[in-house]
T-cell receptor, first 111, second 112 residues
């Protein structure tokens, strides 16, 4: 989507290494979210942010941290990647009318 | 905790049929409901957004209804086409974080 971009699109990393995924928006929206999508589990919320430096946990936050130092950027960090964190990660933003827009996703493989 | 259920999990229809996808949610205190489409290996594309005060929204061959009091929504697809083949996801926004909770999706196949 034109207003939200994720990087990288694909990444392969080794168990135990730190990994940071980036979400960038150009819509100046207050709310930003990180989800993961796995077969059999659907989309699940990891962390979300409701403003600069304001973040909170979602339902599957263990092993993840986030940071938001600017309105436009929301970073997701896996401090020490594990194979269970192999997944597709989606960033989303929520606008004034409450509708969500999703990024194209990052496919992460932990070997 | 909000829970969203979608029925059926999979659906296969011949081209040209009209079809209905169902979504139900457990907590009626929602801000809005959104239908998405996801193609294999791709991201989520928003189809329709229904605010909690609205009863329905229409876009082209798609019509979504919302009955908040009963916790139900339907997505109606008219004159289905093979290009409609995808997974359709229903999601509701609720809670202080305005969190989006997803159903497991309906995998639709439209046969030529």
């Amino acid at each position: 989507d034109a207003g939200i971009t994720q990087s990288p699109r694909h990444k392969v990393t080794e168990t135990g290494t730190p990994v940071t995924l980036r979400c960038h928006q150009t819509e100046n929206h207050r709310y930003m979210y990180w989800y993961r999508q796995d077969p059999g589990h659907g989309l699940r919320l990891i962390h979300y942010s409701y403003g600069v430096k304001d973040t909170d946990k979602g339902e599957v936050s263990d092993g993840y941290s986030v940071s938001r130092s600017k309105t436009e950027d929301f970073l997701l960090t896996l401090e020490s990647a594990t194979s269970s964190q192999t997944s597709v990660y989606f960033c989303a933003i929520s606008g004034n009318r409450g509708g969500y827009t999703f990024g194209s996703g990052t496919r992460l493989t932990v070997v | 905790k909000q829970e969203v259920t979608q029925i059926p999990a999979a659906l296969s229809v011949p081209e040209g049929e009209n079809l209905v996808l169902n979504c139900s949610f457990t907590d009626s205190a929602i801000y809005n409901l959104q239908w998405f489409r996801q193609d294999p290996g791709k991201g989520l594309t928003s189809l329709l957004l229904i605010q909690s005060s609205q009863r329905e929204q229409t876009s082209g061959r798609l019509n979504a209804s919302l009955d908040k009091s009963s916790g139900r929504s339907t997505l109606y697809i008219a004159a289905s086409q093979p290009g409609d083949s995808a997974t359709y996801l229903c999601a509701v926004v609720s809670g202080s974080a305005r969190q989006l909770t997803f159903g497991s999706g309906t995998q639709l196949t439209v046969l030529p």
